[in-house]
């Protein structure tokens, strides 16, 4: 297949998902930039013939199908699909309301799986295709204050880990991208939200982590433009990983998730190891 593809990318109106489409383009492929605000869309994107501009709420199945059915109606095919997608949700579980986690979870988890639905079809039928998911340092590492985006992560990559041997012998491969903290608008107000305060035994804590994650908009040290050009470079290997971990904090963050693995690993070895059951 030439290097020319169709990319199929959600949360195209701002953010990563603008870079990525551009970073498309720019490599002289096809794209189908989606959001649930086109108007976003066409002022974040210069009008192109290799660009298709379609609305797609990811929480809606029956959008992700109607997408799909207009992307493949004006291109022919779908051979990248980007689940890029998603929102923040900050906060204590204890002050969460049980439907902000549904929220979250319907958002960063449910909607990769309705777009990804509706799309293996398409790939099946191709025999081949590449399934790329954002996730996040979070999709790794659990952190104070992020109950909620974390299990959000966490549940994509059990999800792509499972699936990338359900669909690999159609052609089909799947890459899990763990992002570490870039210059995109995840921490701004339209997409971040908080759990309410509601329990003082959390305050200050809680305060801390909010302002943090305020002083870092914009400052993020990770380029999106520099994340795009990289997953072209994968989305054309015969081989692509399963995993990417994007940014110099993913992968002290994995780094660091290994090396606590080993340590708990060799702590408890001998319990571990004496749990087969003794037949009399």
């Excluded at 309705?114 to 999709?139: C, D, E, W, Y």
């Amino acid at each position: 297949m030439s290097d020319k593809k169709v990319w199929f990318i959600t949360g195209a109106g701002r953010g990563m998902g603008v870079e990525f489409a551009k970073a498309a383009l720019q490599a002289g492929n096809k794209v189908v930039a989606t959001g649930r605000n086109t108007d976003a869309i066409s002022k974040a994107l210069s009008e192109n013939e290799n660009l298709l501009i379609v609305k797609l709420d990811i929480t809606s199945l029956s959008d992700a199908e109607a997408a799909v059915s207009a992307a493949v109606a004006h291109f022919g095919r779908i051979d990248v699909l980007i689940n890029n997608a998603g929102s923040f949700y900050g906060g204590y579980f204890e002050e969460f309301r049980p439907e902000q986690i549904e929220n979250q979870l319907t958002t960063n988890f449910f909607g990769p799986m309705n777009v990804t639905r509706a799309l293996l079809p398409v790939m099946r039928k191709q025999r081949s295709g590449h399934i790329f998911s954002i996730s996040s340092g979070a999709g790794l590492v659990g952190f104070e204050f992020n109950t909620a985006y974390a299990a959000s992560k966490f549940a994509l990559e059990g999800w792509m880990e499972s699936l990338q041997a359900e669909v690999e012998p159609f052609g089909i491969h799947t890459t899990i991208v763990n992002a570490g903290f870039f210059r995109t608008e995840l921490l701004t107000k339209e997409s971040t939200n908080y759990a309410t305060p509601s329990i003082e035994a959390y305050t200050g804590r809680r305060e801390e982590f909010q302002e943090f994650f305020v002083s870092k908009n914009g400052k993020q040290e990770g380029d999106p433009t520099k994340l795009g050009q990289a997953l072209i470079k994968i989305a054309n290997e015969e081989q692509p990983p399963h995993r990417f971990l994007a940014g110099e904090d993913a992968v002290d963050l994995a780094e660091q998730k290994i090396a606590q693995l080993r340590g708990q690993i060799d702590a408890y070895r001998d319990l571990s190891m004496s749990m087969a059951y003794e037949e009399e």
